[in-house]
């Protein structure tokens, strides 16, 4: 299965044992919409509803941190995901919050999981059929294991300030990059790591909300300074949009492109953490 799916191929696709969509649309309260309320509404049929909010590390004063392995078995056993599934992320959320899902999926040892190009809006647009409700899933054993060299911790990236052994790249916009737009979140400081480069995550996508082709992702990635053959840590405001970076470089064939877990909702609210301002 290709990383990237169309909707025609999903289509063609539903109804086979082995496949398993996920919507995984997520919303901040300044978008003012209910991410579950709208799948109970109107969803791909068969999809069932990951809740990037609540399958996180609920102890954690940051947002939606990665939960403990358990749990996070726990959660897609409930869902009906288990061994040997196919999996289909796609998103309604101008976040792309599908790529979250998919990097969470990958690092806990899913092995085919794909985000469905174009997301809802494209499948809607499309007139394809949805469904509403809550579906009814029957349990699946999930095998967890963690893959840890896809996350990175403050002291990680405090260290690597030092060391410099991984370029840094920022997934948020332009202003909140420079410090001369607010934060979403209270308390936070406004710039970003020193050292990081800025590749707003919305540049890899199309007007229709579909992804870039390889190569004019490849040139956003050069155009922000990136060498995509060094090693790679991805940073945004709670570790979301990083991961359409992430996805993105998969999609080039470099699929070990890390996370800082934490991003700007941890280190930007440091009083001590080193911060730049401007491009």
């Given at each position: 299965?290709?990383?990237?799916?169309?909707?025609?191929?999903l289509?063609?696709?539903?109804g086979?044992?082995d496949?398993?969509?996920?919507?995984?649309?997520?919303?901040?309260?300044?978008?003012g919409?209910?991410?579950?309320?709208?799948?109970?509404?109107?969803?791909?049929?068969?999809a069932?509803?990951?809740?990037?909010?609540?399958?996180?590390?609920l102890g954690?004063?940051?947002?939606?941190?990665?939960?403990?392995?358990?749990?996070?078995?726990?959660?897609m056993?409930?869902?009906?995901?288990?061994d040997?599934?196919?999996?289909?992320?796609?998103?309604?959320?101008?976040?792309?919050?599908?790529?979250?899902?998919?990097?969470?999926?990958?690092?806990?040892?899913?092995h085919?999981?794909?985000?469905?190009?174009?997301?809802?809006?494209?499948?809607?647009?499309?007139?394809?059929?949805?469904?509403?409700?809550k579906p009814?899933v029957?349990?699946?054993?999930?095998?967890?294991?963690?893959?840890k060299?896809?996350?990175?911790?403050?002291?990680?990236?405090?260290?690597?300030?030092?060391?410099?052994?991984e370029?840094?790249?920022?997934?948020r916009?332009?202003?909140?990059?420079?410090?001369?737009?607010?934060?979403?979140?209270?308390?936070?400081?406004?710039?970003?790591?020193?050292?990081?480069?800025?590749?707003?995550?919305d540049?890899?996508?199309?007007?229709?909300?579909?992804?870039?082709?390889?190569?004019a992702?490849?040139?956003e990635?050069?155009?922000?300074?990136?060498?995509l053959?060094?090693?790679?840590?991805?940073?945004?405001?709670?570790?979301?949009?990083?991961?359409?970076?992430?996805?993105?470089?998969?999609?080039?064939?470099h699929?070990?492109?890390?996370?800082?877990?934490?991003?700007?909702?941890?280190?930007?609210?440091?009083?001590?953490?080193?911060?730049?301002?401007?491009l």
């Amino acid at each position: 299965m290709n990383p990237l799916v169309t909707t025609e191929w999903l289509a063609a696709e539903i109804g086979k044992t082995d496949l398993r969509v996920i919507d995984a649309t997520m919303f901040l309260p300044a978008h003012g919409r209910n991410a579950r309320a709208e799948f109970e509404a109107a969803h791909i049929p068969g999809a069932v509803f990951f809740d990037i909010d609540e399958v996180s590390d609920l102890g954690s004063s940051l947002p939606h941190m990665l939960p403990p392995a358990e749990k996070f078995a726990s959660r897609m056993q409930a869902l009906g995901l288990g061994d040997g599934s196919r999996i289909v992320v796609y998103d309604n959320s101008p976040l792309r919050s599908a790529a979250r899902v998919w990097w969470m999926l990958t690092l806990f040892g899913a092995h085919e999981v794909a985000i469905l190009d174009g997301g809802f809006a494209k499948w809607q647009a499309e007139g394809r059929a949805v469904e509403s409700g809550k579906p009814i899933v029957r349990h699946r054993h999930f095998t967890v294991w963690a893959d840890k060299a896809l996350v990175r911790d403050m002291n990680q990236m405090t260290e690597n300030l030092r060391t410099k052994a991984e370029q840094v790249v920022d997934a948020r916009s332009a202003g909140r990059f420079a410090g001369t737009e607010p934060e979403p979140r209270a308390g936070l400081r406004g710039g970003h790591i020193p050292g990081s480069k800025n590749l707003t995550f919305d540049k890899l996508f199309n007007e229709d909300g579909t992804y870039k082709s390889l190569e004019a992702i490849k040139a956003e990635f050069d155009a922000a300074g990136i060498d995509l053959s060094k090693p790679l840590v991805g940073t945004c405001g709670s570790g979301v949009t990083s991961a359409v970076l992430a996805f993105g470089a998969a999609l080039l064939g470099h699929s070990k492109v890390a996370i800082y877990d934490g991003s700007w909702s941890e280190w930007g609210a440091s009083p001590t953490n080193p911060v730049v301002t401007g491009l």
